[in-house]
């Protein structure tokens, strides 16, 4: 008896039985195995074999070594996915906690720390990358862009839980309205800056009446039709938008007046300094910095405001909202017009920094883009936007110049080809590691005695319930 009760006390004290181990890794290397079989199916034309158009006829060639590795790389991440990732998401996503204390103070030192950086980014750039200071404070410029909508589209999304789908479509009215009044009444940018704002927050009220009532996928797709309805009018309203051939010679921005330049009464000239391209860029860099500095002070202030408290009881729970007594149409209806309202400030600069508009910068694609910067960042943070933002846009860049594989895959190799397919595949792998995006905590607006951050886990998604 004293043995049959050793034995039974052993057997259940083990942490992990051997075979449910055994089990764990043979399932995590059948579906490794899977995983490397589809690839080696999906990717034998487009990685193992290779056309190329001569004179003599269509020569085909193979790549065995390219085909072999990918097979490999997703057999091996595939495999360290199941016995690190999901072996262990099951056992802690259970004992999660649904807040957690304030401690080291991560969020706000980031903040503070990217907020000075960005502040001397472009003198940052000019000493040292001088050969290519004008690129990077380009690509500085984009990504500040980006960081602007983000924050525009994560009040509709991300606090008033609306899916939109079509906020290009803002961004296009904020750009036209720039362009158009130049062309047509002489505008300047700083003077056109608060019409396009007000035209974007205009048509915004204009969408949100029709759509009152629409919730989730119904909502998606009615805003798709609305930005797909603008880029349709202004690509065949040729008299007044120019058409398919946009709206060129738009002016860019001044200083009081002066324009910066070599010529006599430009800014450069007032003050005595010699011109220099890069100031151009400089002083662009600057406004949309601006721009999105007070796209975040605005909205987080909204946020701390009854509109704000009631724009995430709205994202939560309608129905709840409605019962006390939020009206629940002038919630919506604040919130797509001041979302728009950022998104024409926006249009407004790409307008000045690009000097040509077309509808063909304003496509599905962008707002897809705008979308995923906010998904992949967190709903509702305004930090994981930053973050999001500069992981797509630089991310996109950066796998532009990815030369050092051709030591790898041979001299053949070209990088730019698969640069979309990398990046695809480290956007899978966010996700997958992080759901709910990069920063998956919130700070609730009002709070009892104590201030805890809350897991995303318990705030209700973009969906429009």
């Given at each position: 008896m004293?043995?049959?009760s050793?034995t039974?006390g052993?057997?259940?004290?083990g942490?992990v039985?051997?075979?449910?181990r055994?089990?764990?890794l043979?399932?995590?290397l ?5 995983a ?10 487009f990685l193992?074999?290779r056309?190329?158009?001569?004179t003599?006829?269509l020569?085909l ?6 085909w072999l590795?990918a097979?490999?790389?997703v ?6 996915l199941?016995l ?6 099951g ?9 957690t204390g ?12 990217l907020l000075i ?6 003198f940052?750039?000019?000493i040292?990358?001088p050969?290519?200071?004008?690129q990077y404070i380009?690509?500085?410029?984009l990504?500040?862009?980006y960081?602007m909508?983000g924050?525009g589209l994560n ?16 961004y296009?009215v ?7 009044s130049?062309q047509y009444l002489?505008?300047g ?5 608060p019409l396009a ?5 205009s048509?915004?009220?204009i ?12 909502l ?6 609305f930005g ?5 009018v202004?690509?065949?309203w040729?008299d ?5 051939n ?9 200083i009081f ?5 070599r ?12 011109y220099?391209?890069?100031q ?22 909204l946020?701390?405001l009854?509109?704000?408290r ?11 909202c409605?019962?006390l007594?939020?009206?629940?149409r002038?919630?919506k209806?604040?919130a797509?017009?001041?979302g ?6 926006a249009?407004?600069?790409f307008?000045?920094r ?6 063909e910068s304003?496509?599905?694609?962008e707002?897809a883009i705008?979308l995923?910067?906010?998904?992949l ?22 796998l532009?110049n990815?030369?050092f594989?051709k ?6 190799f070209?990088?730019t080809?698969y640069?979309?397919l ?10 997958v590691?992080?759901p709910?995006g990069l920063?998956s ?7 009892l ?16 319930h």
């Amino acid at each position: 008896m004293a043995s049959t009760s050793e034995t039974a006390g052993t057997g259940t004290s083990g942490a992990v039985p051997q075979p449910e181990r055994e089990t764990r890794l043979a399932r995590a290397l059948r579906e490794s195995v899977i995983a490397a079989g589809l690839t080696a199916i999906l990717g034998f034309f487009f990685l193992a074999l290779r056309t190329e158009i001569e004179t003599g006829g269509l020569v085909l060639s193979t790549r065995w070594g390219l085909w072999l590795a990918a097979i490999g790389i997703v057999f091996v991440g595939r495999l360290a996915l199941n016995l690190f990732v999901f072996g262990r998401l099951g056992a802690t996503t259970r004992r999660k906690p649904a807040t957690t204390g304030a401690g080291f103070p991560v969020a706000k030192v980031l903040t503070w720390g990217l907020l000075i950086f960005a502040i001397v980014l472009p003198f940052f750039f000019t000493i040292v990358f001088p050969q290519r200071d004008r690129q990077y404070i380009d690509l500085a410029i984009l990504i500040m862009t980006y960081i602007m909508l983000g924050w525009g589209l994560n009040i509709v999304v991300g606090l008033a839980g609306l899916l939109d789908l079509g906020y290009v479509a803002f961004y296009a009215v904020g750009a036209y309205s720039f362009g158009l009044s130049a062309q047509y009444l002489g505008f300047g940018f700083w003077t056109a800056l608060p019409l396009a704002g007000l035209l974007a927050a205009s048509w915004g009220m204009i969408l949100g009446f029709p759509v009152l009532r629409l919730r989730g996928d119904y909502l998606a797709i009615v805003t798709l039709a609305f930005g797909e309805i603008i880029r349709v009018v202004l690509l065949n309203w040729t008299d007044f938008t120019g058409g398919p051939n946009g709206v060129s010679g738009i002016p860019k921005p001044t200083i009081f007046g002066w324009e910066l330049g070599r010529r006599d009464g430009s800014f450069n000239d007032l003050i005595g300094v010699p011109y220099d391209p890069i100031q151009r860029f400089i002083f662009l860099y600057y406004i949309i910095f601006g721009l999105a500095l007070l796209t975040n002070f605005v909205t987080m202030r909204l946020r701390r405001l009854p509109i704000g408290r009631a724009w995430e009881a709205l994202r939560e729970d309608e129905i709840a909202c409605r019962s006390l007594g939020i009206n629940t149409r002038n919630t919506k209806l604040s919130a797509f017009s001041i979302g728009a309202m950022f998104a024409g400030f926006a249009g407004s600069f790409f307008a000045t920094r690009q000097g040509f508009i077309s509808p063909e910068s304003f496509t599905f694609l962008e707002s897809a883009i705008i979308l995923a910067i906010v998904v992949l960042g967190g709903l509702g943070s305004q930090i994981g936007v930053v973050i999001a933002a500069i992981a797509m846009i630089g991310g996109i860049e950066v796998l532009r110049n990815l030369d050092f594989l051709k030591a790898i895959f041979g001299p053949d190799f070209e990088p730019t080809q698969y640069r979309m397919l990398i990046f695809g595949l480290a956007m899978v792998i966010i996700m997958v590691w992080k759901p709910r995006g990069l920063v998956s905590t919130r700070e609730p607006t009002a709070t009892l005695r104590e201030k805890k951050r809350i897991s995303s886990d318990v705030v209700a998604q973009g969906e429009g319930h």
